[in-house]
């Protein structure tokens, strides 16, 4: 399944910012992975210097200008070139392997 309008957005204002979510963040990872129109309703979120999004309570965070996007197989592969990035107050990364959200514990 593609994500047209996520990849559309990126390649339309040539920014995207890679936001690593916490542990404790599955609830925005789902909205994420949902069809909800907005994304980020209900998520905190300030504007990068070159204006994408960053979510609050991340790891961390790649702020990026978008160097060419590929379609892969379902999805698209966007190749940035780094322009900021940062550690956010979280340590515990949220990650999903084979089908179930997991920690790094």
Do not use: M
């Amino acid at each position: 399944r593609r994500a047209p309008r996520a990849s559309a957005a990126s390649r339309q204002s040539r920014q995207c910012c890679v936001n690593f979510l916490a542990a404790d963040q599955t609830e925005v990872s789902n909205g994420f992975a949902s069809l909800a129109e907005d994304k980020f309703a209900g998520i905190d979120w300030h504007k990068t210097k070159n204006g994408s999004p960053r979510i609050e309570g991340t790891v961390g965070w790649v702020d990026c200008t978008v160097q060419d996007v590929y379609e892969a197989g379902d999805h698209y592969l966007v190749i940035g070139k780094v322009e900021d990035l940062g550690q956010g107050d979280a340590t515990q990364p949220l990650l999903f392997h084979q089908g179930r959200y997991r920690t790094a514990d």
